[in-house]
């Protein structure tokens, strides 16, 4: 493999390791918009239906331990694509 092949495919795999981390970060993004939305609607829902509170907080709460599990899923992978190595072939 010459020089101009090595840096070629260093770039590729280099571009698609970061397209791979953007994904990530936009499912994060969309994960904690979905978490903030829903409990919103939840509240909204909730505030006619119960006496106290402690309805909307057992289900907030729940909720944010599903979404601290998301982002630790989406952490993980992060890392296990940043140690990813880009191949390069010295010949």
Same mark, same amino acid.
């Given at each position: 493999?010459?020089?101009? %092949?090595?840096? #070629? ?7 698609? $390791? =970061?397209?791979?981390?953007?994904? !990530? @970060?936009? %499912?994060r993004? #969309? ?7 829903? $409990? =919103?609607?939840?509240?909204?829902? !909730? @505030? ?13 709460? =729940? ?28 010949k």
């Amino acid at each position: 493999m010459n020089e101009e %092949a090595i840096i #070629k495919t260093y770039q590729t795999t280099r571009k698609r $390791l =970061e397209e791979q981390e953007d994904e !990530l @970060k936009v %499912a994060r993004k #969309k994960g904690e918009y979905l978490l903030d939305d829903s $409990l =919103e609607h939840l509240s909204y829902i !909730l @505030k006619d239906l119960a006496l106290d509170g402690e309805p909307f907080n057992q289900a907030r709460r =729940e909720m944010e331990q599903e979404n601290h599990y998301f982002l630790d899923e989406l952490e993980k992978e992060r890392k296990k694509k940043k140690k990813q190595k880009i191949p390069i072939v010295l010949k």
